[in-house]
T-cell receptor, first 111, second 113 residues
Framework: NAGVTQTPKFQVLKTGQSMTLQCAQD?????MYWYRQDPGMGLRLIYY???????DKGEVPNGYNVSRLNKREFSLRLESAAPSQTSVYFC??????????FGQGTRLTVV | QKEVEQNSGPLSVPEGAIASLNCTYS??????FFWYRQYSGKSPELIMF????GDKEDGRFTAQLNKASQYVSLLIRDSQPSDSATYLC?????????????FGTGTSLTVIP
């Protein structure tokens, strides 16, 4: 049982480049989340998906887009990366009665 | 006002002592409360959750919830060096668009051998 799997683990982008962070869960959870974590800022919600086919903005959505491809997969896209998007990104999933389960994280650097 | 507030620390305690971590939340509609531990460079992992007022004990860990004061705490008894980590408080709330978790900024704990 892999839980929540994120790819890639590390990425370096140049300013203006685009990329997609992938996330998949095998726990049959309805809800999935994307967070970013910066020093002193804690985990901040970027986007979430309460169920397949729905997505909603979180606290810091600007500069990001998401796709809930199916129940298992929830991707995060940076269309034009900026240095301010240098961060550690975590995908998480949960069900109505469970805690949030986290992926291993993606460490992204934008130069 | 932030949804969840924690003292960022750092908090240092000697090995064997009790570590006390505190958290307050702003929305009285919050329904469930979680404590996560995060080691440096790793993802958060759940330690405990609590839904009802009062205390909940699991081994060396005790979570305390006071909904009237909007206050959650985590006590770690007989602290060990392996407890050195950042502890994140999270609250869960059901909104009309789905359930959401809100996290505090975390408290850094160091247990000194």
């Amino acid at each position: 049982n892999a839980g929540v799997t994120q790819t890639p683990k590390f990425q370096v982008l140049k300013t203006g480049q685009s990329m997609t962070l992938q996330c998949a869960q095998d726990m049959n959870h309805n809800s999935m989340y994307w967070y970013r974590q910066d020093p002193g800022m804690g985990l901040r919600l970027i986007y979430y998906s309460a169920s397949e086919g729905t997505t909603d903005k979180g606290e810091v959505p600007n500069g990001y887009n998401v796709s809930r491809l199916n129940k298992r997969e929830f991707s995060l896209r940076l269309e034009s990366a900026a240095p301010s998007q240098t961060s550690v990104y975590f995908c998480a999933s949960s069900d109505w009665t469970s805690e949030a389960f986290f992926g291993q994280g993606t460490r992204l650097t934008v130069v | 006002q932030k949804e969840v507030e924690q003292n960022s620390g750092p908090l240092s305690v000697p090995e064997g002592a009790i570590a006390s971590l505190n958290c307050t939340y702003s929305d009285r509609g919050s329904q469930s409360f979680f404590w996560y531990r995060q080691y440096s460079g790793k993802s958060p992992e759940l330690i405990m959750f609590i839904y009802s007022n009062g205390d909940k004990e699991d081994g060396r860990f005790t979570a305390q919830l006071n909904k009237a004061s909007q206050y959650v705490s985590l006590l770690i008894r007989d602290s060990q060096p392996s407890d050195s980590a950042t502890y994140l408080c999270a609250v869960w709330r059901l909104r009309n668009t789905g359930n959401q978790f809100y996290f505090g900024t975390g408290t850094s704990l160091t247990v000194i051998p």
